[in-house]
C-alpha cells in the first residue's frame, strides 16, 4: 500500500520534469554558518522550485578565499550548470572565471555584492545608502549633536567598506555628531557582545549606536547591564524587529534598514529571465527601506514583520518584489527542488 | 609460517623493500590521489584540460603553503605566520605589479621573494635569541604580518599583468599541462634537490629528528634552524604570488586560511609533525587530494557541509593507517630475523 502510494506519487512529479525542468542552477558562497548567507541560498533553492524549470540546484558552499571561490566556480562550470548565482568574494577577483562562465554561454548573477566583471550580472542591496539611511535617522534622532558609536563588519570586505563611506558621508553633514568608538564586529556575535561591554564598563558617554547588522545582540547588552537604552540602528533581523516593536513602551528608540538575504532568490529570478531569452539590465540595485519604532508607519511595518517563530538572526525581508515568487513556508523550509 | 616470511622480505630484496617500506606513506598518498582522480572521471566523464587547469591553479597556493610548512616542520619546529606571510607576499606583489608589465613583475616578485626569506629567518631568529618557542613566536607573527597585510592593502585591490596570471593558468606545451605545475616542480626541484645531496638537507632532517643528538655530532643547531625558517619564507612568498596569478588580485585576508590547511596536507602527505620524517612530494600531492575533495563534491552533489567532515575524517583516516606502518615494522623482526637487521 505504501510502496503503491510513493510510486504514485515518483511518477507524478517525475513526469514533468522530462518536459520542462531544463535548467541546472550553480550556487556559490564562501561564508558558512552565517544565517544571512543560508537564507540567501534558502531562497535560492525556494525560488528554484517555484519557477518550475529548474531540475537541480548544485551548490559550492564552503568557508574560503577569492581563490577557493575561483576553483568552486571552474567546478561548477565543469558540473554543466546553466545558470549561477554566487556572492562573490571580492569585487575584481572572479572577473576572469565569470568570463571563462559567460564565455560558455552560461548566465552569471551575483547578489548581494558587487563585481567589476562587464559580462556578469548584479543585484545587490544599495550598501552605500544603507549606511546612510540609518546613520541619518540616528543622528537626527539624537538632535544632530552627540557621541556615536560605529559598530562595522568585517575589515577589507567590500559591503563593509561601502556602508563606510556612507556612514562617513552622511556623517559630514553633522558637525556636532561625534564617533567615539569605531569597533569592527566581523559580523559576529560573540565580539560585538564584548564590545559593547567594554564601551558599557568603561563609562565612555555614548549617545547613539549604529550597527553593521549585529543589533539585537547590542540591545541585549544594555538589558543584562540595566543601563537606560539609546537608540539604535541595525538591520531587518527578526529579534532585532520583535525589539523595536516590543521594548518601545521601555524607552529603546531605533531602526531597522533593509538588508534581504533573500538576494539570493532574486537573482536566480533574473538569471533565468535571461535564460529564456528576456532582457534585463546588467545591475540592479535594491534600495533599502527604514523601519523606525518612532513613527507609526515604521512601527507597523516593523510589528508585521516580525515573526516569533524565527531565529533571532533571520532576515525578515522576505520577498525581493518584483523578482521572487516562492512561498514563505517555502523558504523557511529550505525546500530544494 | 613461510607465507609470513616471504612477506616480510619482498620480490626485490632487502634493498628494495626498505625504500618500499619508508616510502610507504608517500606511496600511499599517491594511491590516495589516484583512487581520487579516478572517483572524479567515473562521477564527471568529460574530464578535460578546462578542468586539469582548474585543479592546478586551485591546488598551486596550497601547494607551496604545504611545502613552507614541510621545511619548517622537518627541522624539528612550526610556523603559524605562513598563511599571514602569504596574504603579505600577496598585497606587496598586488599593489606594486599594478599597471606594470610583465618584465617589472617578475622583478617584483623577486624582491618579494627575497623579503619572504627574510621574514621567514625573522621568525627563526626571535625564537633562537629569546627561547621562546617557535609556535608562540610564530603565532604572535601571524597577527604582526596579518595587520601588515592590512596596512599595505586595506581592502582588496591592487594588481598583476595578465601574463603573469598565465604563469599558472596558461600552458606552455599542451592544455593538459598547464605552466602552474611545471612552476610548481621548477620551484620545488630548485630549493629541494640542492638541499636533499648537501650536508646542509641532512643537518636539517638531524635536527628534527634529535636536536640534542644532532648538536653533539656537530650539526650547527641554530643556523640549521634559520635556515628552514628561512626557506618556508621564501616558499610562502611563492604561495603568496600563486594565489596573485590566481585570483588576479591582491587581497590582505586571503592567506589565512592557508596556515592549517598547510598543516593538513603534510599530515596526509606523511610529514610527521614530531620532525626530522617525511618528504616533500606527499605533502604537494596531498595538496592537490584536498584541492580534489571539494571540487568532487560539487559535482557529486553531496551536501556542502558534509565536505567539512569528510576531509577531517580521510585525515584521521590516513594518519591512523600512517601510524600503523611504523607498528607492523617494529614487530616485523620478531617473525623474521633477516630483514629485521636489515632494517635497523
Not at chain 1, 569585487?91 to 564565455?103: E, G, H, P, Y
Not at chain 1, 553633522?174 to 560585538?192: C, G, Q, R
Request: proline share 5%; hydrophobic share 45%; with cysteine.
Amino acid at each position: 500500500m505504501t510502496a503503491g502510494l510513493l510510486a504514485v506519487a515518483c511518477g507524478g512529479s517525475a513526469a514533468p520534469a522530462t518536459g520542462t525542468k531544463k535548467y541546472v542552477v550553480g550556487v556559490s558562497n564562501t561564508l558558512t554558518g552565517n544565517g544571512f548567507r543560508e537564507e540567501m541560498i534558502c531562497s535560492i533553492k525556494a525560488q528554484a522550485k517555484a519557477s518550475g524549470i529548474v531540475s537541480k540546484v548544485v551548490v559550492a558552499n564552503r568557508t574560503t578565499d577569492p581563490s577557493g571561490q575561483i576553483a568552486d566556480v571552474r567546478n561548477l562550470i565543469s558540473a554543466g550548470v546553466n545558470v549561477i548565482v554566487m556572492n562573490p568574494s571580492d569585487r575584481s577577483a572572479l572577473d576572469a572565471v565569470i568570463k571563462q562562465a559567460t564565455d560558455k554561454g552560461i548566465v552569471v548573477v551575483t547578489v548581494d555584492q558587487g563585481v567589476t566583471s562587464t559580462t556578469a550580472y548584479q543585484l545587490y542591496n544599495n550598501q552605500v545608502k544603507y549606511a546612510q539611511l540609518g546613520a541619518d535617522w540616528l543622528f537626527k534622532q539624537l538632535g544632530s549633536k552627540g557621541n556615536v558609536v560605529e559598530m562595522r563588519g568585517i575589515n577589507g570586505v567590500s559591503a563593509d567598506a561601502d556602508r563606510h563611506q556612507g556612514f562617513l558621508a552622511t556623517l559630514a553633514k553633522y558637525p556636532n555628531i561625534k564617533v567615539v568608538k569605531e569597533t569592527f564586529t566581523n559580523w559576529s556575535l560573540d565580539p560585538a557582545a564584548q564590545q559593547i561591554k567594554d564601551i558599557l564598563g568603561s563609562g565612555l558617554k555614548v549617545d547613539g549606536i549604529w550597527t553593521s547588522g549585529i543589533d539585537s545582540t547590542v540591545v541585549d547588552q544594555y538589558v543584562t547591564a540595566k543601563k537606560p537604552f539609546v537608540p539604535v540602528v541595525g538591520a531587518d533581523n527578526n529579534a532585532f524587529i520583535g525589539q523595536l516593536a516590543n521594548l518601545k513602551s521601555q524607552g529603546l528608540a531605533g531602526a531597522a534598514v533593509t538588508n534581504p538575504a533573500t538576494v539570493g532568490g532574486a537573482g536566480l529570478a533574473l538569471g533565468l529571465d535571461v535564460l529564456q531569452g528576456k532582457t534585463e539590465p546588467h545591475l540592479v540595485n535594491l534600495d533599502p527601506i527604514i523601519w523606525d519604532n518612532q513613527s507609526s508607519t515604521g512601527l507597523t511595518e516593523l510589528q508585521n514583520h516580525y515573526d516569533t517563530k524565527l531565529d533571532a538572526y533571520y532576515g525578515v525581508s522576505f520577498q525581493v518584489a518584483p523578482w521572487t515568487t516562492y512561498t514563505k513556508a517555502d523558504l523557511i523550509a529550505c525546500a530544494d527542488v | 609460517m613461510s607465507a609470513a616470511a616471504t612477506a616480510g622480505r619482498p620480490p626485490g630484496g632487502p634493498r628494495f623493500g626498505r625504500l618500499l617500506r619508508r616510502n610507504a606513506w608517500t606511496l600511499g598518498t599517491y594511491a590516495l590521489f589516484v583512487a581520487v582522480m579516478i572517483f572524479t572521471i567515473s562521477i564527471h566523464p568529460d574530464y578535460g584540460p578546462f578542468e586539469v587547469q582548474s585543479l592546478v591553479v586551485g591546488a598551486l597556493p596550497l601547494a607551496f603553503a604545504a611545502v613552507a610548512q614541510t621545511c619548517v616542520v622537518l627541522g624539528g619546529g612550526i610556523d603559524l605566520s605562513i598563511g599571514a606571510m602569504m596574504a603579505v607576499a600577496n598585497v606587496l606583489a598586488a599593489r606594486y605589479m599594478l599597471g606594470h608589465d610583465f618584465q617589472t613583475a617578475l622583478l617584483i616578485s623577486v624582491a618579494v621573494l627575497f623579503g619572504g626569506t627574510l621574514a621567514g629567518a625573522l621568525n627563526g631568529l626571535i625564537a633562537l635569541r629569546t627561547k621562546v618557542p617557535d609556535i608562540v613566536v610564530t603565532l604572535a607573527m601571524s597577527f604582526v604580518w596579518g595587520g601588515v597585510a592590512l596596512l599595505i592593502l586595506p581592502k582588496p585591490g591592487g594588481g598583476a599583468p595578465d601574463k603573469f596570471g598565465e604563469l599558472a593558468s596558461g600552458s606552455l606545451f599542451t592544455p593538459w599541462i598547464p605552466n602552474g605545475i611545471l612552476l610548481l616542480v621548477g620551484v620545488v626541484a630548485l630549493v629541494w634537490i640542492p638541499l636533499r645531496f648537501r650536508g646542509l638537507g641532512l643537518a636539517l632532517y638531524a635536527i628534527g629528528s634529535d636536536r640534542t643528538a644532532a648538536f653533539r655530532r656537530g650539526v650547527r643547531v641554530g643556523p640549521t634552524r634559520v635556515f628552514s625558517d628561512a626557506l618556508g619564507g621564501f616558499l610562502a612568498a611563492c604561495g603568496g604570488l600563486a594565489l596573485l596569478m590566481s585570483t588576479g588580485i591582491g587581497s590582505p585576508l586571503a592567506g589565512t586560511i592557508y596556515t592549517l590547511s598547510g598543516v593538513s596536507a603534510i599530515v596526509l602527505g606523511g610529514v610527521s609533525l614530531a620532525g626530522g620524517r617525511g618528504g616533500v612530494t606527499g605533502p604537494i600531492v596531498a595538496a592537490f587530494v584536498l584541492t580534489l575533495v571539494p571540487a568532487d563534491l560539487i559535482l557529486s552533489g553531496t551536501d556542502p557541509n558534509l565536505g567539512q567532515v569528510i576531509q577531517g575524517v580521510l585525515i584521521v583516516l590516513v594518519v591512523m593507517a600512517g601510524g600503523l606502518a611504523p607498528l607492523l615494522r617494529r614487530r616485523a623482526p620478531r617473525t623474521t630475523d633477516e630483514t629485521g637487521v636489515a632494517a635497523a
